[in-house]
């Protein structure tokens, strides 16, 4: 009887530590990540430009994809489906990126598509804007370099030695004439509180040599334009919806109805020049826009080396896998788009 009970026992204790392994496979993150196909979201709810023409009646939206830590599970599921993608970690995410780090960085790569949606945009349209410059803003710390024990992704650094900072640029200019081993102090601020701090110059082994203070960085600045524009794109991250938010501030700036009647999906970075750039995920964002009942996708037609294939080909070739109707457009640049729109507009 009681050899009966302790191989009961060790059955009940095998099947939990079977029960427990099977949980924690869902939540134990392997290192890589899965990506499929998202939504496309109508931009009028987001876009608004003051006394600008939100009535018209086309439909301009952006694409998203959905990306997330891959599981053992979630790993299994992407490999068997169409259209769901695997990704090694260091294709998502620098070497040593902090969590924080990397939303940061997110955050300002949509802010910074935001900015250029707005002045290319206001540029097509002949309408004014100014900058206002707020300081240097840093966007992740290099391990093991002097600004680790100082400073954090999302500080924003206005002086340096007593003297106010006006481009990152310049910054850089400055820590590369001090020699290793020499001090600064930095000036920064951090949830709207002013600090300040002497920190050690180092020479940096990925700059040749060259010192630094271990950190990445950008240009903090905040625009200010007339008429105003506000995007409420809190829940969307990265560069990529670039393209769609500057042809609809456009659209909102002008008289006439840009995508009258048309209902226009897409994706692509937008440069300050506006040159349109290639993104990641571009046939799951066909997918998504597809499913949402769009007739036109402009796809980023980008410089690639031979042998490469372009966002456009990309996308071109899922459209055609998926059998859609949706007509693919190349674009190189926003007023390839805005002339597209125009001559299907008037061909209707």
């Known amino acids: 009887m009681e050899g009966r009970i302790n191989v009961k ?25 899965v990506t499929k196909p998202g939504g496309a979201h109508e931009l009028d709810p987001i876009v608004h430009v003051e006394e600008g023409d939100e009535n018209d009646t086309g439909t301009l939206m952006l694409t998203t994809i959905r990306m997330g830590p891959a599981t053992i599970y979630s790993y299994a599921w992407a490999y068997l489906r169409e259209y769901e993608e695997i990704l090694p970690k260091e294709q998502v995410r620098y070497p040593h990126e902090s969590d924080d780090e990397y939303n940061v960085r997110q955050f300002h790569l949509m802010d910074t598509s935001q900015q250029n949606a707005i002045t290319v945009a206001f540029d097509e349209a002949g309408k004014s804007y100014d900058w206002t410059y707020n300081g240097i803003y840093v966007l992740g710390i290099f391990p093991g370099m002097p600004a680790e024990d100082v400073l954090e992704a999302g500080d924003r650094i206005t002086a340096i030695d007593g003297r106010k900072i006006k481009a990152s640029a310049e910054l850089t200019d400055y820590i590369q004439s001090k020699k290793a081993g020499e001090k600064v102090t930095i000036a920064y601020s951090r949830n709207k509180k002013q600090f300040e701090e002497s920190i050690q110059v180092q020479s940096f082994a990925e700059l040749d040599g060259k010192t630094g203070l271990g950190i990445s960085l950008a240009d903090d600045r905040t625009l200010k334009s007339d008429p105003k524009v ?83 080909e990309e996308a071109k070739q899922a459209a055609d896998d998926i059998g859609t109707d949706m007509v693919i457009i190349p674009v190189k640049t926003f007023s390839d788009a805005v002339a597209y729109l125009q001559n299907a507009a008037a061909s209707k």
């Open 9 to 33: 026992n060790k059955q009940t204790v095998l099947t939990y530590g079977l029960l427990v392994l099977i949980i924690a496979a869902a939540f134990i993150p392997l290192p890589y990540y």
């Open 230 to 312: 506000t995007l409420e794109a809190e829940e969307i991250g990265g560069p990529s919806a670039g393209l769609m938010f500057t042809l609809e501030i456009y659209d909102q700036l002008m008289e006439e109805d840009v995508a009258a009647g048309l209902k226009v999906a897409g994706t692509g970075t937008m440069a300050a020049d506006g040159t349109v750039g290639r993104i990641g995920g571009i046939a799951q964002k066909v997918v998504a826009a597809d499913r949402a009942g769009a007739d036109y996708f402009f796809a980023p037609d980008d410089q690639v080396q031979k042998g490469a294939v372009s966002n456009y």
